[in-house]
């Protein structure tokens, strides 16, 4: 079993900075990937940015490539994803997930097996 804990979402204006974490514990060495999805309300969860744990390689959608940045503390089980620039269309639920992904830029949602309960961020214009 694997645990997912997020923090760090929060309300900002156009332009400005959050900083999400995800804390992981249970058995992790399994997975061979963390990425984090969001949702807004009457849309699709999409992936957003997923990193391999072996390698460090990450994905980003085109939507955020620039302005969002995925990082991981094997150490101390964190997953962070640092969200710059943020702009309204950003707004949604944020969840961590972790599971072992054919391919990292994929981000299919059943491809992750284990997630959290989300971490809202609303950005206003």
């Known amino acids: 079993q694997v645990q997912l804990v997020e923090s760090g979402g929060g309300s900002v204006q156009a332009g400005g900075s959050l900083r999400l974490s995800c804390a992981a514990s249970g058995y992790t060495g399994s997975y061979n990937a963390m990425g984090w999805f969001r949702q807004a309300p009457g849309k699709e969860r999409e992936g957003v940015a997923a990193i391999s744990t072996g390698d460090d390689s990450t994905f980003y959608v085109d939507s955020v490539k620039g302005r969002f940045t995925i990082s991981q503390d094997i150490a101390k089980s964190t997953l962070n994803l640092q969200m710059n620039g943020l702009k309204p269309e950003d707004t949604a639920m944020y969840y961590c997930?972790?599971?072992?992904?054919?391919?990292?830029?994929?981000?299919?949602?059943?491809?992750?097996?284990?997630w959290g309960q989300g971490t809202q961020v609303t950005v206003s214009s």
């Open positions: 997930a972790t599971g072992r992904p054919l391919l990292l830029r994929r981000m299919r949602s059943y491809e992750y097996k284990y």
